[in-house]
């Protein structure tokens, strides 16, 4: 066997392996999936009054703010078409989600802003179609209500699982850092402890056994 028939011997065999991998998990690609799924909405929506439009792009990606803050953390972002360079739509789902319901939901979510305008918030025909649509709670936070998991159910069976695993984005691998303790000192001997800041706010600055209440220098 020569160099190129190995080389083309071995594209075979990894194209083959795509091939499985899609009929197994239905997509490789998320943005195929998110599009995939789009695209069995447009019926749904359509029937509300609110098309989705024609140019949105849909990807996995972290919103411009919030993406990985532990409070408030936002999970999806729609752009509004008056922001792009060439009128499209652009849609972001954030990587530390991985449910594919959950994804669906936020997706739902993100074309309504797009569909109504994003003018219009949270609120008049945005609430309208997310009600319509089976989310629920907050409108700035839905979720997935029943009546939005039956219409998603058999939608996400016919595309597949979501093709992505949750990315653990807070701690980045990281293990958190302990509390800084602020070094106090005293002035006549010497003396050093270290303690706690809460620990100074609540009860002040730690005493030296022999000269009182010490001075905080720092670290």
């Not at 392996?17 to 997509?27: E, K």
């Not at 010497?190 to 002040?204: F, P, S």
Request: proline share 5%; aromatic share 6%.
């Amino acid at each position: 066997m020569t160099r190129y028939e190995a080389a083309d011997a071995a594209y075979r065999r990894a194209y083959s392996d795509l091939v499985v991998a899609r009929a197994a998990n239905g997509h490789i690609h998320r943005e195929a999936w998110l599009h995939d799924v789009a695209a069995h909405l447009a019926e749904p929506f359509k029937r509300l009054g609110h098309p989705i439009p024609a140019k949105v792009r849909l990807t996995c990606g972290f919103p411009s703010v919030r993406g990985i803050a532990a409070k408030n953390q936002r999970i999806g972002e729609c752009w509004s078409n008056a922001s792009s360079g060439d009128d499209h739509h652009e849609i972001l789902i954030s990587p530390v989600i991985a449910d594919g319901m959950r994804v669906a939901g936020i997706l739902a979510h993100e074309l309504i802003h797009a569909s109504v305008g994003v003018e219009h918030g949270h609120k008049g025909p945005f609430r309208e179609m997310a009600k319509a649509l089976g989310l629920e709670g907050k409108m700035t936070a839905t979720t997935e209500g029943e009546a939005f998991k039956r219409l998603l159910a058999p939608i996400i069976e016919a595309v597949g699982p979501y093709p992505h695993a949750e990315l653990h984005a807070m701690t980045n691998g990281r293990k958190k850092q302990a509390a800084r303790l602020i070094k106090c000192e005293c002035a006549e001997c010497g003396y050093v402890a270290r303690v706690a800041r809460q620990w100074i706010d609540d009860q002040g600055a730690p005493h030296c056994p022999a000269h009182g209440e010490m001075a905080v220098s720092g670290g």
